[in-house]
């Protein structure tokens, strides 16, 4: 095959000439200089390629051709910088190529258009797009339609628009209508507009596979078709923490090479109904109650959050609980390994082969996960019982502009696995630090009323309604705990055993008498504490404070491939100083 494709000759660029090359993987160019020397090379992975057009063609508004017969066009990933954002943003790049005769041009547009098909195996036909006009600043038909579509019709995809009217109707199309067509699905919108294609893709799968969603131990059936994010809501967290940047040409560019990074979802139960699935974050205390007081003030805008975050912390709540987790294989990888899972990641590479190492054929794919899952004793449950100001379980980094590390920096995205953050009730200020380590490189967990374990499953309850109303008093009273008077170390804090927990507790129930209110909970924020808080679940309340989850490894597949180390991608100027390609120098 390789051998079929590979073409050279020279071709040229206005009036230099070059010395072009189709290997089976690349199409390098090489500029040659009147004496015959090589200069530099460009070199774009096949893989990459988005379209190539017979004749010089531009790529507006709309689609201009010149159609001469000796000339075509190449357009392609270019790789720039993104400023502030942790991955790199993609634009068009564009060469117009001239060739001595319209035979050669003939044979390269040929050979390059065969090379994109072996080469993309995954790239889409067919797209079904969901817009949602009201996401964010109102802007996902605009965006779609003078950004993205034009790209897609480069790319020669075709796609089904449907504008949404109301919320839930992308969910309720999934899972109800004709998807035989479609190689994924596209939602123009936000974190919610993702979730409801999240649930009706994994709905309809366990459908058509015969699954209940509702029995918390089947184990469930991987989703065939794709997802694709194009950023347009106020908050894209997925987008981000799976691309790295928030950019629709970016995103539109990974759908079209048909790019696949697997995910894990974290699947939520109540009393044996399923409650929602979440590839974020799942939060209770601070996070569930920022949520909940933010809801009040939609008014406000993306501001309310601010608004919120603010009045929740000034009350200074903590919660009792009691939570139960099954933690994952420490051998493979730690919340606090300081790796970051990245494209290419080799945890998520491996967890591939683990989950589904049996067979290629997707009906034993999902037996060898459910064989997995089902050697999940139940002796190996760790249980925690205290107050807490919050705790998160997430199966991803959680990275967004305002937390480029996330909640938990060492996630990853596809390794089968969650992490649970437990954050203990301690004193506002130590909290505060908490809070503000996450907007910047510090370590969030390396303080002593903070643990992070890596988990596969996680139950949480709260202590039955008598415990409730004494740590409601409490709660009420206290200024919380001193990191001084908690009584342990920080080695012990994250070694997450039995035993150190249980003594944690103990050491958590003797402090936790009545005690003098803190100075500095008076007045604004020293309102009575709730009994108990709500779960924020990727931006949504749930109605239950008892809940199971357990993470599903790589459920579902994104159009994404991990945020791109720009260190590590080979680059350098090309004319546009601000934009990278892959050039490599001679
Ligand atoms: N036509 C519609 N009318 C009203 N709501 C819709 C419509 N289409 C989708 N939705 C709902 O709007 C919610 C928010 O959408 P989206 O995530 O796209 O925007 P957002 O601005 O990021 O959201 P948020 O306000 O939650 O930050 C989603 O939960 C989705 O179910």
């Known amino acids: 095959m390789e051998t079929d494709l590979r ?53 507006l508004l709309q689609k201009l051709v010149e159609d001469t017969d000796k000339d075509f066009t190449v357009f392609y990933v270019k790789r720039s910088n993104s ?102 699905v596209v939602c123009v919108g936000g974190d919610g507009m993702f979730s409801e294609v999240l649930h009706g893709l994994i709905g309809r799968t366990q459908q058509e596979a015969g699954l209940c969603e509702n029995d918390p131990t089947v184990t469930l059936h991987p989703c065939p078709l794709h997802i694709g994010i194009i950023p347009a809501g106020s908050t894209d967290c997925v987008c981000y923490a799976t691309v790295g940047v928030i950019d629709p040409v970016t995103s539109a560019l990974h759908i079209i090479i048909g790019d696949s990074q697997p995910l894990d979802v974290c699947s939520v139960h109540h009393a044996s109904s399923l409650v929602s699935y979440s590839v974020s974050l799942l939060g209770y205390g601070f996070y569930g109650d920022v949520l909940a007081e933010s809801e009040k003030h939609r008014w406000m805008g993306p501001l309310r959050y601010e608004y919120s975050g603010t009045m929740v912390y000034l009350s200074n709540r903590s919660y009792a609980g009691i939570v139960q987790y099954l933690p994952a294989d420490p051998l493979l990888s730690s919340p606090r390994d300081k790796t970051r899972c990245l494209s290419g990641c080799s945890v998520c590479s491996r967890s ?42 997430t199966c991803m980094s959680s990275s967004c502009p305002r937390s480029p590390l996330g909640l938990s920096p060492s996630a990853h995205l596809a390794d089968g696995t969650g992490d649970l953050i437990l954050v ?41 309604g008598k415990e409730e109303e004494g740590y409601e008093e409490i709660g009420g009273l206290s200024g919380g705990i ?14 997450g055993s039995q035993q150190h927990l249980t003594e944690r507790v103990r050491g958590r129930e003797m402090t936790n008498e009545p005690k003098t209110p803190s100075p500095f909970l008076c007045g604004l924020c020293c309102s009575k504490t709730p009994a108990a808080s709500v779960w924020n679940c990727d931006g949504e309340i749930l109605p239950f404070t008892e809940i199971l989850c357990r993470i599903h490894g790589q459920l579902v597949r994104l159009y994404a491939r991990g945020i791109e180390d720009g260190a590590a991608v080979h680059s350098s100027e090309e004319s546009d100083k601000s934009e990278r390609t892959c050039i490599l120098h001679k």
């Open 424 to 464: 203990w009730d301690t004193h506002p200020l130590g909290f505060l630090k908490f809070l503000y380590r996450h907007t910047s490189t510090q370590d969030q967990f390396d303080l002593p009323f903070v643990e992070v374990h890596r988990v596969k499953a996680v139950r949480f309850s709260a202590p039955s």
């Open 482 to 495: 001193d990191e001084e008077e908690r009584g342990y170390d920080e080695t012990e804090s994250s070694s």
């Open 83 to 184: 400023g502030g954002s942790s991955g790199l943003l993609w634009r068009l790049g564009r060469t117009q190529f001239s060739c001595p005769s319209r035979v050669l041009r003939d044979q390269w547009t040929k050979h390059l258009r065969t090379a994109l098909k072996t080469h993309g195996p995954l790239r889409p036909h067919r797209l079904l797009v969901f817009i949602n006009p009201f996401g964010g600043k109102r802007k996902a038909r605009k965006i779609f339609h003078s950004v993205v579509a034009p790209l897609f019709e480069l790319a020669g995809i075709s796609s089904h628009v449907i504008v949404t009217e109301r919320a839930n109707q992308a969910r309720d199309h999934l899972l109800k209508k004709d998807l035989t067509d479609f190689d994924g």
């Open 352 to 393: 591939t082969d683990r989950l589904f190492s049996h067979s290629s054929d997707s009906g034993s794919l999902y037996s060898s996960q459910f064989s997995q899952f089902s050697s999940d004793s139940e002796g190996d449950w760790v249980s925690v019982e205290g107050r807490f100001k919050c705790v998160s379980l």
């Open 7 to 59: 073409l050279e000759s020279s071709l040229w660029i206005g009036n230099r000439r070059y010395r072009a090359v189709l290997t089976g993987w690349y199409f390098n160019w090489t500029e040659v200089d009147k004496k015959n020397r090589d200069k530099k090379t460009i070199a774009v992975p096949v893989a990459e390629v988005v379209g190539v057009e017979e004749g010089r063609v531009e790529i």
